[in-house]
């Protein structure tokens, strides 16, 4: 069985690393990588509905370059738009795939809400079922 | 589509919450105490309403559960968050849509500057500095729009469980607070001035005339204000089909018995005459210390004000960003304000755009005079006696064909929102004449000859169409060119008994 990576994409530079460095490894180890981008739907404030079509939007184009730089790099990506916040939605796909590594970026998700709240590298330190590789942005 | 997103498989967690979460984000919509802090004294004051007060609290109850039936049908039929403004547009075409779209973002906007007031005034209180200078209180609120606003663009909400226990402290310390103010009044340990209360006091033909009724009314609608959201969010239930809008009732009876309850408490203790004549602007806050005799557990009522203010800042600043996103998205509104921050996932434009305009419009306020803010309370009743009134007309007018198939459907969608409708109709008009007389506002001043809170109101809504007519000369036939739209028969046959 191919090992399974499994990493979080936003777009940002920080995920880009992330993203290079998962598909790295996958052609090092031998693998396949999910690149999964997730969105935490706001509960207060009523009705979201055009919010998140345009976050979902968002999500897809993001997940399209994603495959485009798997592409250039030789490596065919899966890919999943999940809703749920970002470390907990990682973790859960990592267990699901029984996946191999979670590599993540260091920095780059939301850095202002980061620094309130703590960043998804962090929070995966307690939710992770696999080894996790922080990659910091250069 | 990228692989592995299958159409209705968004994921591991649905955005479905929970009964008990349904009822806290109904209540906590409405924000009980900052709502209760704003306008207790100014329903009070109203002549003719005095201790009449807890009868008025009930009575604007009434057209508010009726319009929340129309936000129930309508949000099925389109879940938006546009809200009024989709509904309008399709049910009664994209000119009165536009109307009420504007209408929600001015009374969003109007509504940041009493916050802001609330929210500076009891962080003195907080502190112990019972009379700020007008220039601190004002400086104190802009810091606090800056920071909501802040905290919205970069996505950082409280989420339900914290909410959770926000609310019930909140409940919590409203209910001390009533029951030792009661438990005074009836051992004779009131300050002078104090009346036990009674029956009388539910008497609505004891209200002197029918302005004091409209007027408190009017006042008092914005206590229940915000609920409504309660009925477009997406209950889990274990069975979805019958039970949905089961929160939002259940959250409505905790709201009109929080607000009766303080009323009641409120005016025995502090008696009538104390709270109408009230120029401080925060009733609650005075009372507390005055209720427990002490300043400590004075403080936890003024903390409870200033979590639900900060809670109501919250589910005030979201859905207008996104009512501007949801017109910018329907080429209502200039494109940019449609625009989603990619980092946080936010409609980050249309968030600090909310937030600078809220902060012009308080400040603004503020140096012309400090009774404006509580004008604005009125002016802010018209906003939403006018747009609540058309969403329960376009509800009737957009499912007209499916009325008369049943029993359940003409009164549930058909005779109940058009009810609501009427009712805040002619609170509308009746207030605009009541307030043409500038003895009757806060500020007792006159603009053009006008009381203030009409001027503000209907001026508003005068630059709404003003501002709507310049868009359509500019174009946009995406949106002005749309057609009207009817339910889809569908959407009856599968719902639910009863609706919200």
């Not at chain 2, 007060?53 to 039936?69: Q, R, Y």
Request: hydrophobic share 55%; aromatic share 10%.
């Amino acid at each position: 069985m191919p090992n399974k990576i499994i990493t979080g994409y936003d777009g940002s530079d920080g995920g880009k690393v992330a993203l290079e460095e998962a598909i790295k490894l996958s052609n090092e180890i031998g693998g396949d990588v999910t690149v999964l981008f997730a969105y935490e739907k706001v509960v207060v404030g009523g009705e979201s509905h055009d919010l998140d079509e345009a976050v979902e939007a968002i999500g897809e184009r993001v997940l399209a370059d994603a495959v485009e730089i798997g592409r250039a790099a030789g490596a065919e990506l899966t890919t999943e738009y999940i809703e749920g916040p970002a470390a907990q939605t990682l973790a859960t796909v990592a267990e699901r795939e029984a996946a191999r590594y979670i590599v993540v970026g260091g920095s780059g998700e939301a850095p202002l809400k980061a620094w309130v709240l703590g960043s998804t590298a962090n929070k995966l330190l307690a939710l992770a079922p696999c080894p996790v590789v922080v990659v910091r942005a250069q | 589509m990228p692989a592995g997103s299958e159409p209705g498989d968004k994921g591991l967690k649905s955005n479905a919450i929970g009964f008990v979460s349904g009822v806290v984000i109904g209540v906590a919509s409405t924000a009980p105490g900052y709502s209760l802090a704003a306008s207790l004294g100014l329903v009070v004051a109203v002549v003719g309403v005095g201790v009449h007060a807890p009868v008025i609290m009930i009575a604007a109850f009434i057209p508010m559960l009726l319009i929340a039936a129309s936000y129930y049908w309508l949000n099925r039929a389109d879940p938006d968050c546009g809200t009024t403004f989709s509904w309008v547009t399709r049910a009664m075409g994209p000119g009165l849509g536009w109307i009420g779209g504007w209408a929600i973002i001015v009374a969003d906007v109007i509504v940041m500057a009493n916050l802001a007031q609330i929210a500076g005034l009891y962080l003195f209180l907080l502190i112990g500095i019972d009379a700020p200078s007008t220039i601190a209180v004002t400086a104190v609120g802009v810091l606090f729009i800056a920071g909501m606003t802040w905290i919205c663009v970069i996505g950082i909400e409280l989420n339900a469980k914290t909410q959770v226990g926000l609310l019930a402290a909140e409940l919590i310390t409203l209910a001390i607070f009533a029951v030792v103010a009661l438990v005074r009044v009836y051992a004779g340990d009131a300050p002078a001035g104090s009346v036990k209360p009674s029956l009388e006091w539910f008497n609505p033909v004891g209200i002197g005339s029918v302005t004091a009724l409209t007027s408190g009314v009017l006042l008092a609608v914005f206590i229940y204000w915000g609920w409504d959201t309660t009925v477009t969010v997406n209950e889990e239930t274990e069975d979805s089909a019958e039970t949905p809008g089961r929160a939002a009732i259940v959250s409505v009876f905790v709201l009109v018995f929080t607000y009766v309850i303080v009323t009641v408490a409120a005016i025995a203790f502090g008696g009538p005459a104390f709270l109408a004549n009230d120029e401080s602007g925060d009733v609650l806050g005075v009372l507390a210390n005055a209720v427990f005799g002490s300043d400590l557990l004075g403080k936890i009522v003024i903390i409870a004000v200033l979590s639900s203010a900060a809670a109501s800042c919250q589910t005030t600043i979201l859905p207008t960003a996104r009512t501007a996103l949801s017109m910018a998205r329907a080429k209502a509104l200039p494109a940019k304000l449609g625009e989603v921050n990619p980092q946080y996932m936010t409609p980050a434009f249309a968030t600090w755009l909310m937030g600078i305009v809220s902060v012009v419009w308080y400040v603004g306020l503020t140096l012309i005079s400090e009774n404006m803010l509580f004008d604005a309370i009125a002016a802010l009743g018209l906003m939403i006696a006018f747009y609540y009134g058309l969403t329960g007309y376009a509800c009737a007018i957009y499912y007209r064909r499916q009325l008369f198939k049943s029993a359940r459907n003409f009164f549930f969608i058909g005779v109940a929102p058009v009810l609501g409708g009427l009712m805040l109709t002619a609170i509308f008009i009746k207030s605009c004449f009541d307030l043409s007389d500038p003895a009757n506002s806060s500020s007792g001043q006159s603009w053009l000859g006008f009381g203030p809170p009409l001027v503000i109101g209907l001026g508003f809504l005068l630059m709404g169409v003003v501002l709507m007519i310049a868009w359509r000369i500019g174009g946009h036939p995406e949106f002005f060119g749309r057609k009207l739209e009817v339910a889809d028969p569908a959407l009856v046959a599968r719902s639910p008994a009863g609706g919200a």
